[in-house]
């Protein structure tokens, strides 16, 4: 399968900061990538899809980017509700996720 | 807006088979626009996912698992079930079912719609 890493494993930040995070394809996907946020006891949520997409009802500060083997997560301006764990998804016809990136806001 | 709930027993013993179904409501599950899948989560652990199917019939399965995973969809209930053979302590997990984007209309298969999970334990 073809499987995705992502860095950091963990960031701590605060309110109001822009944090990035990474995810690498082993191999070139295209823009077949999704970002999920998931919180303690809850079901992941889509943020991004096709890379770049903003998922309907998601706020505007989180944004996707990338093509190929490297996407970016970012979050413009951090607010205390962000606090999570987020997972890239690579999202053709065998999906495999990222291991995680918890995010902690200070 | 769609609304999926699994069901199924929470604990099952080892070797024997697992069964979950999920119900589907505010959504025809013979929508073309979309695929109903399965992901499962193992304690603290990251997402893995399980499999797709789609409303022909025709699935996709996570080679890790294949050879134990059936998907089934029954259009007259509106729901779609997993099952998953001879299992192992290794498959206790929450599991998740989702509705799974169409490529054709959003780009790729990502998931903009899960369940609660509910949580399946595999022991004696």
């Known amino acids: 399968d073809l499987q995705m890493t992502q860095s950091p494993s963990s960031v701590s930040a605060s309110v109001g900061d822009r944090i990035t995070i990474s995810c690498r394809a082993r191999q070139g996907i295209g823009t077949w990538l999704a970002w999920y946020q998931q919180k303690p006891g809850q079901a992941p949520k889509l943020l991004i899809y096709?890379?770049?997409t903003l998922h309907s009802g998601v706020p505007s500060r989180f944004s996707g980017s990338g093509s190929g083997t490297d996407f970016t997560l970012t979050i413009s301006s951090l607010q205390p509700e962000d606090s999570a764990t987020y997972y890239c998804?690579?999202?053709?016809?065998?999906?495999?996720f990222g291991p995680g990136t918890k995010v902690e806001v200070k | 807006q769609v609304q999926l709930q699994e069901s199924g027993p929470g604990l099952v013993k080892p070797s024997q088979t697992l069964s979950l179904t999920c119900s589907v409501s505010g959504a025809s599950i013979n929508s073309g626009n979309y695929y109903w899948g399965w992901i499962r989560q193992p304690a603290g652990k990251g997402l893995e996912w399980i499999g797709r199917?789609?409303?022909?019939?025709?699935?996709n399965y996570n080679p890790s698992l294949e050879s134990r995973v059936t998907m089934s969809l029954d259009t007259s209930k509106n729901h779609f079930s997993l099952e998953l053979t001879s299992v192992t302590a290794a498959d206790t997990a929450v599991y998740f079912c989702?509705?799974?984007?169409?490529?054709?209309?959003?780009?790729?298969?990502?998931?903009?719609?899960w369940g609660q999970g509910t949580l399946v334990t595999v022991s004696s």
């Open positions: 096709a890379a770049s």
């Open positions: 989702a509705r799974v984007n169409s490529p054709r209309d959003f780009g790729d298969y990502s998931i903009p719609d």
């Open positions: 199917i789609y409303t022909s019939g025709s699935t």
């Open positions: 998804q690579q999202a053709n016809s065998l999906p495999t």
